[in-house]
């Protein structure tokens, strides 16, 4: 096994490609996989950023290199995934319509099983420049399990119960639905530098209390700032995140030592 790039705590990063790394990994251990891979949208496109005209160009990592070596890819990663996954385990993937539907097809494919498909609303997306489309304002996410026997965890009464005051579709005591309002990251969160795609701390405190027990082991194999990892941490949960972009990972430990920070205040 490649040695780790850090490692603390139950909490350890790889540095590099995880289609080269993930086969180092033996037996199913992980009770989670989030996976937040590459869109493949960066071909130039225009975005509003601040109120400004920007490219979306995200980095050469995320450049679309055709459907078929894009789906070839998606599959690759996720057949690692699937591998190490626990039996009852269960993945989360996300992303927009450049790759979700790739990542779909792919996940059938391979026979894992949908759970849900759920839709991540932005009420603070920024608007659309071009005003000759509807301006894009979700991203989707793809819970699945290993296949259609597999029991998987679901914290049902939690999620029911907890307060999710970020978001004004959940009212307190009802089922969760499958689409959540939750803003897009807030600046705060990008205190030590901004990742192109970093997620809110929000979406993966749900994912984690939703579909984990403290204790467990979660894995990100395209980890960026390591947002699942700090809520991972947060909540007790061991984690292994993998990127291939040494700067994600300082980003990601520059937020951890932020994070003990705050915890030990607050102890
Ligand atoms: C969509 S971003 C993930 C953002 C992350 N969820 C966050 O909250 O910061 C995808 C990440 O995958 C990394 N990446 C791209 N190709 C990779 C590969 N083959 N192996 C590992 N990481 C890769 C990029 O450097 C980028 O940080």
Redesign the pocket.
């Known amino acids: 096994m490649p040695k780790a790039y850090f490692e603390n705590n139950n909490f350890k990063l790889y540095l ?6 993930l086969p180092h990994f033996t037996g199913e251990q992980f009770d989670l996989i ?1 996976v ?4 493949r949208l960066s071909n130039n496109g225009f975005s509003v950023y601040s109120g400004h005209k920007t490219i979306v160009n ?2 050469g ?2 450049k679309s290199q055709g459907l078929e070596k894009d789906f070839e ?1 998606h599959r690759t ?1 996720l057949k690692e995934c699937q591998r190490v996954l626990k039996p009852n385990g269960t993945i989360w993937v ?1 992303g927009t319509y450049h790759s979700i539907h790739t990542c779909g097809f792919a996940l059938q494919k391979l026979g894992f099983h949908i759970l849900n498909e759920i839709v991540w609303y932005k009420p603070n997306a920024p608007y659309n420049l071009s005003q000759r489309f509807f301006t894009a304002s979700h991203e989707t996410l793809i819970w699945a399990k290993k296949n259609k026997n597999a029991k998987h965890r679901f914290n049902y009464k939690y999620v029911k119960d907890a307060n999710w005051n970020e978001d004004f579709l959940k009212s307190p005591g009802e089922q969760m639905r499958s689409v959540w309002a939750i803003n897009s ?1 807030r600046p705060e969160e990008q205190k030590f530098g901004k ?6 701390t929000a979406l ?1 405190r749900r994912i984690i209390l939703a579909s984990t027990l403290q204790g467990d082991l979660v894995l ?9 990892g700090l809520e991972a941490y947060l909540y007790g949960r061991k984690f292994v995140g ?4 040494q700067k ?1 990972l300082d ?2 430990i520059k937020r951890l030592n932020q994070l003990k920070i705050n915890l030990q205040k607050k102890n």
């Open positions: 590099g490609d995880c289609i080269k790394l989030f937040d891979p590459p869109y995200k980095g990592w995320d890819f990663w996300s990251v990742h192109p795609t970093q997620k809110p993966l990100d194999p395209f980890t960026g700032s390591s947002t699942t993998i990127d291939v972009n994600y980003l990601s």
